[in-house]
């Protein structure tokens, strides 16, 4: 998916500057998301996406630079063009005094590129001669680095630098050199980048924390859960709404099930537990994938979004393939959407159709959902959430699930 992107110019190898094609950014954003979301390798991650910068956006070559914890350095990972225009070799590590680096991870220097999502080299020496610049500064420290910065950027060969982060933290800095019909780079190609870089961000530090978990499933199943605890919150750390959701959910659906043995409705084998409290962790971590502008979306989502919306519960399934779960746990993730009465998604099951751990999901989900605050509404008091889980025994919800719900509420459980 990542290679997929509208061609903007014929081959690079091309003497002749040809006019650049209209990109639809917001729709190859879309794309590049897909695609990244689906790719565990962080080195193979950035390869692809500096192979697609290249390649299909008229650039003369590109470079990744990323932060290395075990070396606690910022390392350029993969450069990529033509010879001669590419970062030559020796430029590999960056420390946190480097002055790119220093430049996107401090203030009140970070403040210099909002509106602009990037610096450009053109623009140094208009920030240097700002006369806020000099003024905050009395004309020493900023314009110092910002000189620095000059000189750095023309020994990489870059015009334009990325910065990509990942809650707050400077996770990589994308490097762009000149573009083939040598025009500036524009706000909206800039913007696109930075969307990029965020995006790209998330699914490299989503890479890593993939790779570090199957390493310690290996050793131990209470390191392997807690890497799970985090994987399943990085979704929060990209819809602003979801905050203590996933936990939420995990702990009503686990109170679900242990309500549902006691009432004498079921019998669970004990790896039914570890099982339901992997997918409540995870069951919405095909959302990673989702467009933050829908994710975040205040509105009614269109007709469209919403399509793309519901495709996070496969996108879930395919994310997490590699683990190798559990079928319950991959039921949970996949189904908690359903229906008992047919109409869920993603494939329409109806009553016992639906996997135990995607119905006792799904009541926790609802519930949560319920009973949270959203930006344009506030929660349900939860003697009403319940009255609509009560409404919907056997429309909505498997009634085993969902009578365990009101019987944790009567008791004060929940």
Known sequence: MLDS???RYRSPKSKKVLSPMRIDYKKEL??????????????????????????????????????????SAYILNISRGQVGFKIPPGFTRFNRESPIIKFFMEDP???????????VQEDINKFIWREGVIR??????????????????????????????????????LLLGEKYDNSKFDQEE???????????????????????????????KRQFLQTIIVLGS????????????????????????????????????????????????????????VPENILNKTGKLTDDEYEIMKGHTIRGVEIVKPLELAQET?????????????????????????????????????YDA?????????GLKKTKAIEEIKNNIGIQFNPLPAKAMIELFKKGEV
Do not use: W
């Not at 220097?109 to 610096?119: D, E, H, M, P």
């Not at 420290?141 to 910065?149: A, F, Q, S």
């Not at 639906?354 to 989900?365: F, G, K, S, W, Y």
């Not at 319920?370 to 506030?378: A, L, N, V």
């Open 330 to 366: 991959l039921d949970g993730i996949k189904h908690h959407h359903e229906r008992f009465d047919g109409k869920g998604y993603p494939d329409r099951l109806k009553g016992n159709q639906i996997p135990i751990t995607a119905a006792i999901i799904a009541v926790a989900d609802t």
């Open 190 to 220: 800039l913007d696109f980048f930075s969307a990029l870089a965020s995006d790209a961000a998330m699914a490299i530090r989503n890479a890593q924390l993939f790779n570090h978990l199957r390493l310690e499933a290996e050793r131990n």
């Open 30 to 71: 879309e794309t590049a998301s897909k695609g990244m979301i689906m790719i565990h390798d962080p080195k193979l991650l950035i390869k692809l996406i500096i192979r697609m910068i290249v390649r299909k956006l008229g650039v003369k070559h590109a470079a990744m630079i990323l932060y290395d914890p075990d070396k």
């Open 234 to 289: 990085t979704i929060e750390a990209k819809d602003k709404y979801t905050h203590g959701h996933t936990e939420r959910v995990t702990n009503y659906s686990l109170a679900i099930a242990h309500q549902m043995e006691k009432n004498g409705t079921m019998r669970f084998p004990e790896s039914f537990f570890d099982n339901l409290y992997i997918a409540g962790l995870l069951h919405d971590i095909g959302k990673i994938g």
């Open 5 to 7: 992107l509208t061609p």
């Open 109 to 119: 220097y970070k403040k210099l590129i909002v509106g602009r999502n990037a610096i």
């Open 370 to 378: 319920m009973t949270s605050d959203r930006s344009y509404r506030k």
């Open 136 to 173: 905050n500064d009395k004309g020493s420290g900023t314009v110092e680095l910002l000189r620095k910065i000059d000189d750095q950027m023309q020994m990489l060969n870059t015009l334009a630098c990325v910065p990509a982060y990942y809650q707050d933290r400077l996770l990589a800095v």
